[in-house]
């Protein structure tokens, strides 16, 4: 299709010949006229089609590939730890992404906050580098990563992207295994002072902890809770 642009396959039990044919609609390819992409697919939902870890690692490379924007494969196995799914990923352009509920544990999300350090503003990214192809870390605006399973452990790579990463607006940490012990340290990471970046104090960030073993408020800072 020349206009395909969303595509909801949610809820179906898509299989090993299902997987295959998905791929093939992502990679799509050129209109032979136009030179653009066909199908022109910026947004696509696989939530709850049964994928494991083989099967999302398969469809990120083909996603990786393509011009996706929105993508949410939530309620699948991509499971932890998944290297080659991060790897795939990190070369996606996707602007949001949603993986809940994927079984990815600490690991893999570790795995994810490194892919996205140096995020910069796109507008910084155009300036200096406009003859380079955008990277995940410059394009991710929103990342939903609740009922994953992460602990404590991973707040310390969070901070580090967040203090690096002035894309970022979004990030649903919900449902997950954050405690009080390290509210502390998260709240002092994120902190804007006089000595941040002015891309820092001009970036919004809303953080989601809602449904973790932290209280959900305990960053009273507007838009950190």
Do not use: W
Not at 78 to 88: K, Q, R
Not at 114 to 128: I, M, P, S
Not at 132 to 141: G, M, N, S
């Amino acid at each position: 299709s020349n206009f395909l642009s969303f595509l909801d396959l949610s809820n179906n039990r898509i299989g090993a010949e299902g997987i295959e044919a998905l791929v093939t609609i992502v990679k799509g390819g050129r209109n032979k006229f136009s030179g653009k992409r066909t199908p022109p697919l910026r947004h696509l939902d696989v939530t709850k089609c049964e994928l494991g870890p083989r099967d999302c690692c398969y469809l990120m490379e083909a996603v990786a590939t393509s011009d996706i924007q929105e993508l949410d494969m939530s309620y699948n196995e991509i499971g932890s730890p998944n290297e080659a799914f991060v790897d795939a990923f990190r070369r996606s352009r996707v602007v949001t992404a949603h993986f809940n509920y994927c079984n990815m544990h600490t690991s893999t999300s570790v795995m994810i906050f490194k892919a996205l350090h140096d995020g910069r503003l796109l507008a910084e990214v155009e300036r200096r580098n406009a003859t380079e192809p955008l990277e995940l870390k410059d394009t991710l605006r929103s990342l939903c990563i609740a009922g994953n399973t992460i602990s404590d452990s991973a707040v310390e790579h969070f901070v580090a992207m967040v203090n690096t990463n002035t894309c970022l607006e979004h990030v649903d940490l919900g449902f997950n295994n954050l405690t009080n012990h390290a509210m502390e340290y998260f709240k002092l990471g994120i902190k804007v002072t006089s000595t941040s970046s002015d891309a820092q104090k001009v970036t919004e960030l809303n953080i989601n902890l809602v449904g973790n073993k932290c209280d959900p408020y305990a960053m009273d800072t507007p838009g950190l809770s």
